[in-house]
């Protein structure tokens, strides 16, 4: 159980073009997922939560214009990183929280390459 | 603001050793912990997780807690070279997110 799901697993795009990530939760429901990012040899950074319903809480620092959290259901959350950089790439991870625990699992993570 | 702290190694073990990693964490209001290993190049798997005061077993792992002490540690028993990782301390308050560490390097040598 608890299986987190996300796709696409990697991406390359090109400079200037958007990409979505997506989020989910496969056999339990979330209503608060979390979007972190990780550049090589570094720490989780937490970029914000994610919750069913409502706007997402940006972390300081976290461009909310140019990553765009959507989640419409109680299993899905959707990143969007708006006219990508190379400074973009990186590896995006999510996790989603069962509700009624503080227990975070997290997806396989998806590697994006922006050229 | 809310730290945890880890050493981040690396902490080299000899085969069939002991590995012992600790986590110290800076609010008392606290009620969760959790353990998460992470593979070079791959997300954080949970491990363990533990609420109350004392030890926690799950087959060669072992979560130890002290709240008084705001401590929280991992012991690894009989280390194999496929528990070479880096695992992250991970605290939460029943609020919110998690509040992670840096993480600390174990590398288990044959």
């Known amino acids: 159980g608890a299986v987190v799901s996300q796709h696409p697993s990697w991406v390359i795009c090109k400079s200037g073009t958007s990409v979505k990530i997506e989020c989910r939760s496969l056999d339990f429901q979330a209503t608060t997922m979390f979007w972190y990012r990780q550049f090589p040899k570094q720490s989780l950074m937490l970029m914000a939560t994610s919750n069913e319903g409502s706007k997402a809480t940006y972390e300081q620092g976290v461009e909310k214009d140019k990553f765009l959290i959507n989640h419409a259901s109680l299993t899905l959350s959707t990143l969007t990183v708006t006219s990508a950089h190379p400074e973009d790439s990186s590896f995006y991870i999510c996790?989603?929280?069962?509700?009624?625990?503080?227990?975070?699992?997290f997806g396989p993570g998806t590697r994006l390459t922006v050229l | 603001q809310k730290e945890v702290e880890q050493n981040s190694g690396p902490l080299s073990v000899p085969e069939g050793a002991i590995a012992s990693l600790n986590c110290t964490y800076s609010d008392r209001g606290s009620q969760s912990f959790f353990w998460y290993r992470q593979y070079s190049g791959k997300s954080p798997e949970l491990i363990m997780f533990?609420?109350?005061?004392g030890d926690k077993e799950d087959g060669r792992f072992t979560a130890q807690l002290n709240k008084a002490s705001q401590y929280v540690s991992l012991l690894i028993r009989d280390s194999q070279p496929s528990d070479s990782a880096t695992y992250l301390c991970a605290v939460g308050d029943s609020g919110y997110a998690l509040n992670f560490g840096k993480g600390t390097s174990l590398l288990v040598t044959p």
């Open positions: 533990i609420y109350s005061n």
């Open positions: 996790s989603a929280r069962p509700d009624g625990t503080d227990t975070q699992y």
